[in-house]
């Protein structure tokens, strides 16, 4: 799979490669609980659990791991990448799964999920970046930028978008914008991206698995 | 897609009816505990409205709430058999109306499809087909079995995404996805059928994955291109609605292993 990327504002690169699992292994930064629940004394279906299952791949013994919304923004906080009020899936080494003052935990990286196993700046994908003056390029400003051309609405949207908030990532079937915070429509990120100043740097990179 | 299976047996309409969407309605074969735990893992869900479902194929329509499940992959395996079509991570997931969650003597339950999810919205027998070939080279539409079924030419010549055997599906490669040495696979997986006694029925079944104004492209370069219609969806198909299901899972709760979390 390949993801198109822009990269908004500076150092945004670091956050690029937090969501890059390099030979596929998920960086290990942040504790979070694996058994979590909502409590009630309701009889109705509690709104959510958490579910995990061992597993062994290639000699590697691994965590899967389902976690709910609330968990993931309680713990990593509203730049999280996972999906809004639902479960997002996981994994992580067994070695980085623990007890921990009683709780289960395992170690995740910055953003909870990851989506590559490298990135590039060098155009390796299509639909690079505009300028106003009809150039395609890879990296530009904001105030040189031909948005609308570039965002290619409908046809071609980049998946991933990436400013110093964090990253959102488009589910295409929605055709939307997410983290673990919320929705926003392509128009919205347009109107965020339009409202920066002219001189902010943004750049496309090229993800793949 | 339109796709094509061959189902071996005598009850070709309840195995298929039990991995089809009918008129949009998951079938709700089976019971399975929604709380399981054990040292190798548990059970998990999120309740979900439509909006943020996240299991979109094939489509299930509904109102209000869903339940976004999520069991061990092993717990299902147990629970459900060898024919379930469960995922290979260790972690299976289905969505399920939320009026198809139940609390019955202080455990919550599921109900699901009887081979755990679906994989098409419609299905009709394939009637007299010139291509549908027996050993005798007449024509095996009609009244196909074991023995005069050409295995080979019939593989080759109908390529089915689906091998559907008495007690459920031996094969399933989805057909939106590229598959792994997918002929191999399904010839070492149908070839046992061939063992089963010589009189047994063998039906081709056109199936399909979508419904279809779903094939419609939104306009991205993702999507596939929106096929030609397909005669199956035409308004002669056979039985809009799904036959009641006569398999009766609710007695089994599942292994002992797998205690109630």
Redesign the interface.
Same mark, same amino acid.
């Given at each position: 799979m390949s993801l198109t990327a822009w990269l908004i504002g500076d150092d945004t690169e670091s956050i690029l490669d937090d969501l890059t699992a390099s030979g596929g292994h998920p960086r290990a930064q942040i504790w979070i609980p694996l058994e979590s629940t909502t409590h009630t004394s309701s009889p109705q279906l509690r709104r959510y659990r958490s579910a995990w299952a061992h597993r062994t791949i290639d000699g590697e013994q691994w965590v899967d791991f389902a976690l709910p919304a609330d968990t993931i923004l309680e713990t990593i906080g509203a730049q999280a990448l996972a999906h809004p009020k639902a479960l997002t899936y996981g994994k992580a080494l067994s070695s980085d799964v623990q007890t921990r003052d009683g709780a289960l935990m395992a170690k995740v990286p910055r953003y909870f999920s990851t989506l590559a196993t490298q990135w590039t700046l060098e155009q390796v994908g299509q639909d690079p970046l505009i300028t106003r003056s009809g150039r395609e390029t890879t990296c530009t400003t904001v105030g040189e930028l031909d948005l609308k051309s570039s965002f290619r609405k409908g046809r071609g949207e980049p998946d991933l978008v990436i400013d110093h908030r964090g990253p959102r990532l488009l589910r295409r079937d929605k055709g939307r914008y997410y983290n673990v915070s919320g929705w926003k429509e392509p128009s919205r990120v347009m109107t965020e991206i339009r409202q920066l100043p002219p001189a902010t740097p943004i750049r496309c990179a090229w993800c793949a698995d | 897609m339109h796709c094509q299976a061959i189902v071996f047996g005598d009850q070709p309409e309840q195995l298929m009816d039990s991995l089809i969407q009918k008129s949009g309605t998951m079938p709700a074969d089976v019971s399975v505990p929604?709380?399981v735990e054990d040292t /190798? *893992? =548990?059970? *998990? @869900? $999120?309740? &979900?409205?439509d909006? $943020? =479902?996240?299991l *979109?194929e094939p489509p299930a329509f509904g109102y209000g709430s869903w &339940? $976004?499940c999520? @069991?061990?992959?092993?717990f299902l395996r147990d629970h459900l058999g060898p024919h379930a079509l469960l995922s290979d991570?260790?972690?299976s =997931?289905l969505e399920v109306p =939320?009026n198809h969650?139940h609390?019955r003597e202080g455990q @919550?339950w599921a109900q699901v499809p009887r081979f755990f999810r679906t994989v098409g919205v419609r299905w009709s027998t394939v009637y007299a087909s010139s291509r549908w070939q027996g050993h005798s080279s007449n024509d095996a539409g009609d009244g196909a079995t074991v023995s005069s079924l050409d295995l080979e030419y019939n593989l080759a010549t109908h390529d089915p995404n689906l091998i559907v055997g008495p007690t459920g599906p031996v094969f399933y490669q989805d057909p939106d996805a590229q598959g792994h040495n997918v002929a191999q696979r399904r010839f070492e997986a149908t070839l046992p059928l061939m063992e089963l006694p010589a009189n047994t029925p063998v039906t081709l079944v056109n199936w399909h994955d979508k419904e279809p104004q779903l094939y419609v492209s939104? /306009?991205?370069? @993702?999507n596939a291109p929106s096929p030609e219609p397909c005669t199956c969806f035409d308004s002669d198909y056979d039985r809009p609605y799904r036959r009641s299901s006569g398999f009766d899972y609710w007695s089994d709760p599942g292994p002992a292993a797998w205690g109630a *979390?």
């Open positions: - | 929604l709380e /190798g *893992g =548990r059970s *998990g @869900w $999120h309740t &979900v409205n909006d $943020h =479902r996240q *979109g &339940v $976004h999520v @069991w061990p992959t092993a991570e260790a972690l =997931r =939320r969650v609390k @919550w939104h /306009g991205s370069r @993702w *979390g």
